[in-house]
Nanobody
Framework: QLQLVESGGALVQPGGSLRLSCAAS????????LGWFRQAPGKEREWVAS????????TYTDSVKGRFTIFEDNGQDVLYLQMNSLKPEDTATYYC??????????WGQGTQVTVFA
């Protein structure tokens, strides 16, 4: 079993920055890939960024490239998403995802990011 708890969501003005955190506990050694997803009101959940555990390999959806950075603190089992130059279209609930080596997915409860003028 794995538990994921996100934090860091907030209200922010366009152009601002936020750092989201996702703390993992439980069977964290079995994680193969970590990622962030988001879901805006009335829209489907979409993938934002991923990182291969214990490696520098990261990927991003086109809309956040150059603005968002995904990284992890292995020693603390914490995943981060640094979000810069935020836009109103980044407004969404952000979810942490962990894909285990055997293929099972775990999700956090989500943290709200609202970008408003």
């Amino acid at each position: 079993q794995l538990q994921l708890v996100e934090s860091g969501g907030a209200l922010v003005q366009p152009g601002g920055s936020l750092r989201l955190s996702c703390a993992a506990s439980g069977s964290s050694l079995a994680i193969s890939t970590l990622g962030w997803f988001r879901q805006a009101p009335g829209k489907e959940r979409e993938w934002v960024a991923s990182i291969v555990r214990n490696s520098p390999h990261t990927t991003y959806t086109d809309s956040v490239k150059g603005r968002f950075t995904i990284f992890e603190d292995n020693g603390q089992d914490v995943l981060y998403l640094q979000m810069n130059s935020l836009k109103p279209e980044d407004t969404a609930t952000y979810y942490c995802n962990a894909r285990m080596a055997e293929g099972r997915d775990y999700w956090g409860q989500g943290t709200q990011v609202t970008v408003f003028a």
